[in-house]
Nanobody
């Protein structure tokens, strides 16, 4: 019900745009943020969005990442600019509905130095 895509391999300084498409009973309004995870580490917050307007970015991505949405496509995007090797991770979008968390399947982002 949440389909993440858009990851890939990019050089440092490059850009990628991730997409999280909601389907079925999920809506873009249920998507509450992006997280990322590297092997051996806990999943960490990248950005959260609440009520469509309250946005909080992790300090490590402020000024470089931007969350947006396309209502018609029922999709939330994460535009990532000026990527750094430390941004390398599997990125997950997270949804929340009826007191349950929902996760997309993850998309790999690899930034080479």
């Amino acid at each position: 019900q949440l389909q993440a895509s858009g990851g890939g391999l990019v050089q440092a300084g490059g850009s990628l745009r991730l997409s999280c498409a909601a389907s079925g009973t999920m809506s873009w309004t249920n998507i509450i943020g992006w997280f990322r995870q590297t092997p051996g580490k806990e999943r960490e917050l990248v950005v959260t969005i609440r009520n469509g307007a309250n946005i909080d970015y992790a300090d490590s991505v402020k000024g470089r990442f931007t969350i947006s949405r396309d209502v018609r496509k029922n999709t939330v995007f994460l535009q990532m600019n000026n990527l750094k090797p430390e941004d390398t991770a599997v990125y997950f979008c997270k949804g929340f509905k009826f007191s349950r968390d929902y996760w997309g399947q993850g998309t790999q982002v690899t930034v080479s130095s």
